[in-house]
T-cell receptor, first 111, second 112 residues
Framework: SQTIHQWPATLVQPVGSPLSLECTVEGTSNPNLYWYRQAAGRGLQLLFY??????ISSEVPQNLSASRPQDRQFILSSKKLLLSDSGFYLC??????????FGPGTRLTVL | RKEVEQDPGPFNVPEGATVAFNCTYSNSASQSFFWYRQDCRKEPKLLMS???SGNEDGRFTAQLNRASQYISLLIRDSKLSDSATYLC?????????????FGTGTKLQVIP
């Protein structure tokens, strides 16, 4: 069966510090991968998606970047965090079906 | 008008009650619709897809009204464990998660 992992689960970072969040999927090949952010009291916002290694599409301009160095690995990064980057970051995957599966998420607080 | 709108609630209902939520969408070309459930501080999980003819899964019934551009979720015989936030999800076409829109969710609290 497929499993999706995210780490860390919780992160507190100062403004201006770098960020690296990792997501890995097990038990499947060639998944479409997604990064979302959910800010307090707001809906999920799609940040990036990837249909293959090295292929990244961004939905909104922002302070973040994403990379897919391996088929089942998706990384979200920032060189300098802003206060507004605080939120719940969720990685998700899909195959050819409509069902989207989410990882457990990383709760980021920028102080 | 927002692409997808949901009443944030909270809906406070007693155990055993029937409760219904609606979700309106603005893009008439939207093709795929889902309800997800999100527990507090957890990731969303798929509850059910919404088919044109309506569909039922146990105590849960989902319906689509294309003419009025809304989907609905009906929960019968509410359980304490149904307490969660219910997210409406709209895709422009099957598998089109690149253009997905999530509603902000409707919070349900089932009280003893």
């Amino acid at each position: 069966s497929q499993t999706i992992h995210q780490w860390p689960a919780t992160l507190v970072q100062p403004v201006g510090s770098p960020l690296s969040l990792e997501c890995t999927v097990e038990g499947t090949s060639n998944p479409n991968l997604y990064w979302y952010r959910q800010a307090a009291g707001r809906g999920l916002q799609l940040l990036f998606y990837s249909v293959g290694i090295g292929q990244i599409s961004s939905e909104v301009p922002q302070n973040l970047s994403a990379s897919r160095p391996q088929d089942r690995q998706f990384i979200l990064s920032s060189k300098k965090l802003l206060l507004s980057d605080s939120g719940f970051y969720l990685c998700a995957w899909t195959l050819s079906t409509d069902t989207q599966y989410f990882g457990p998420g990383t709760r980021l607080t920028v102080l | 008008r927002k692409e997808v709108e949901q009443d944030p609630g909270p809906f406070n209902v007693p155990e055993g009650a029937t409760v219904a939520f609606n979700c309106t969408y603005s893009n008439s070309a939207s093709q795929s619709f889902f309800w997800y459930r999100q527990d507090c501080r957890k990731e969303p999980k798929l509850l059910m897809s919404v088919y044109s003819s309506g569909n039922e899964d146990g105590r849960f019934t989902a319906q689509l009204n294309r003419a009025s551009q809304y989907i609905s979720l009906l929960i019968r015989d509410s359980k304490l464990s149904d307490s969660a936030t219910y997210l409406c999800v709209v895709l422009p076409h099957s598998g089109g998660y690149q253009k997905v829109t999530f509603g902000t969710g409707t919070k349900l609290q089932v009280i003893p």
